[in-house]
């Protein structure tokens, strides 16, 4: 189930119109969001996704006290029925050390996070207003990796932005490669009318699309290694449906990642788990091994 916990953003990046459209970052109060998770555990939820515009923003004052996401998180952990906890989409500026913590301590907290940078030239990351560098990413990746070795990594990439130089792409492959991300987006630069990125002069087209070309080459493999590497592994799933040929069923990874497996038992809303035979860019495939007691 997904639970919202905040809407709109504070930051005006240059190409986005979400501050405009959703208004300024309002945070839901700490004690409905539990309750409303009550309600999502009695009707059967086993994995709760924070949601928000600018999830990791989240921040409820009430009295003397400040709930902030680490506090959901950590609340949410307490109840015996949920079984995976996921929060996005994030921004680099509010990955704060207490939110970082509870990838060590909270152990219901999914080790994938997804944690847009856009590019990875400080150059076009301050064109774009981010308000961080990519240094700044670089050192939140790091002391993630460092508290839960098992953490793995998305993104989304803008290609194109206005200003942009073959040395910034350069950047962001390089990026690319040292990191690895293992599922992300990536977007030819789109002017968004009332941006202040909307008034600027697009790059080439031909050029902008070899760029995306050869971003997504990088990024495709990563994918496809990091599926790779599940392969002959026993690996969690929780199963959320059929197939529509009701032949097979369909559940997640602790990293999101699809996986199609066989069974004659109806597993629905149950964590598995599921011995992977082979694997393509976008889904992992195989067969149920000896079933978990039903969560």
Do not use: W
Not at 88 to 112: A, G, Q, R, W
Not at 126 to 144: F, G, P, T
Not at 145 to 161: C, Q, R, T, V
């Amino acid at each position: 189930s997904y639970l919202t916990i905040q809407e709109g953003c504070d930051k005006f990046c240059h190409f986005c119109v979400v501050p405009y459209t959703r208004g300024p970052e309002c945070s839901r109060p700490f004690k409905t969001i539990i309750k409303e998770a009550e309600e999502l555990i009695k009707n059967g939820a086993k994995e709760i996704t924070l949601l928000g515009q600018n999830v990791n923003a989240y921040s409820f004052k009430e009295k003397n006290n400040e709930y902030r996401i680490s506090n959901l998180l950590n609340e949410l952990e307490n109840y015996p029925e949920i079984k995976r906890i996921r929060y996005t989409t994030s921004h680099p500026v509010d990955m704060t050390d207490d939110l970082i913590e509870c990838y060590s301590s909270n152990k219901k907290l999914m080790p994938f996070i997804h944690l847009p940078i856009q590019s990875g030239s400080n150059k076009i990351l301050k064109l774009m207003n981010r308000k961080h560098k990519v240094e700044d990413y670089l050192d939140i990746y790091n002391k993630l990796i460092k508290i839960n070795p098992s953490i793995k990594i998305s993104s989304d990439f803008i290609i194109g932005y206005p200003g942009e130089e073959k040395v910034d792409f350069e950047q962001t492959i390089n990026l690319v490669k040292e990191i690895k991300f293992i599922n992300s987006f990536s977007f030819i630069f789109s002017p968004r009318p009332g941006t202040k990125a909307s008034k600027l002069k697009e790059l080439n087209h031909f050029i902008t699309k070899d760029r995306l070309i050869e971003l997504q080459s990088y990024l495709f493999k990563n994918q496809i290694d990091h599926n790779k590497s599940l392969e002959n592994k026993e690996i969690d799933v929780l199963v959320e449906n059929r197939t529509k040929d009701q032949n097979k069923y369909f559940g997640r990874n602790e990293y999101f990642n699809s996986v199609i497996y066989s069974s004659d038992k109806n597993d629905i809303g149950k964590i598995v788990k599921v011995n992977i035979e082979n694997s393509n860019q976008n889904t992992l495939f195989g067969k149920i091994k000896n079933k978990m007691k039903a969560a």
